[in-house]
């Protein structure tokens, strides 16, 4: 019978005593495995870059580079990065950049063992992950934050059955830039994936019917 490799956990962390906790979770599970931990901002992404894990458990409050900037380096490297935040007095505004900077997921820095292995598995299967009540709370930022046009723009073409490459040809954009504005309409949609991103965008009535034909906006 065919095995599948444990999914890579790096633990950037700055307390030592958490850290250890976390890889203790992690170690016991035989579909999980910590493949490395950092203390620093600078330990994070260095360790990233060496160890290239399937998912990151990231402290937003670590030492000399903050998380948002880890997520940004980070990034800049490798765009499909799975990184999960953890938060505890930065709150939910600290959520909020986390995900449109390209977080995967959040938890809170007392989250259970149980729901931290949860979004360890869920982000590590490409789906992102929030608590119920966070995500509610983030779908209502979307009147403060509206989807862009821009954004609009792809969420259309995806509905359209365009992949990232058609849909860059089509509005004249990069491949990055396609992945870039989808991910933040995402985010603003507190939406799972790329189709569950549309289906918001109906609901939001900001796409319909009549858009997805032609990829162009209705008269």
Same mark, same amino acid.
Request: glycine residues 10%.
């Given at each position: 019978m065919a095995t599948t490799n444990p999914?890579? %956990?790096l633990i950037a962390d700055h307390h030592g005593v958490?850290?250890? +906790?976390?890889?203790? %979770?992690?170690?016991? &599970?035989?579909?999980?495995? %910590?493949v490395g931990e950092a203390s620093t901002g600078s330990e994070a992404i260095e360790r990233f870059r060496t160890h290239r894990p399937e998912v990151m458990l990231l402290d937003l409050g670590l030492p000399d580079a903050g998380g948002l900037a880890v997520i940004a380096a980070i990034r800049r490297d490798a765009r499909r990065a799975r990184i999960v935040v953890s938060t505890g007095r930065e709150g939910e505004e600290a959520v909020y950049r986390a995900m449109r900077?390209?977080?995967a997921g959040s938890l809170r820095r007392d989250a259970p063992p149980s729901v931290v292995l949860e979004a360890i598995r869920t982000v590590g299967a490409g789906q992102p992950y929030?608590?119920?009540a966070l995500a509610t709370r983030l779908a209502a930022r979307t009147r403060q934050d509206p989807v862009t046009s821009g &954004?609009? +723009? *792809?969420?259309?073409? *995806?509905?359209?059955?365009?992949?990232?490459?058609?849909?860059?040809e089509r509005l004249q954009?990069? &491949?990055? #830039? *396609?992945? #870039?504005?989808l991910?933040?309409?995402?985010?603003?949609?507190?939406?799972?994936?790329? #189709?569950h991103a549309v289906t918001m965008a109906f609901a939001h009535n900001l796409i319909d019917l009549d858009d997805v034909d032609t990829g162009q906006p209705r008269p």
């Open positions: 999914v890579g %956990v958490r850290r250890l +906790g976390l890889a203790a %979770v992690i170690g016991r &599970e035989h579909d999980l495995k %910590v900077a390209g977080a929030l608590a119920p &954004e609009v +723009g *792809v969420l259309r073409l *995806v509905a359209s059955g365009l992949c990232n490459r058609r849909i860059g954009i990069t &491949e990055s #830039a *396609v992945k #870039a504005r991910a933040s309409a995402r985010v603003k949609l507190c939406a799972r994936d790329r #189709a």
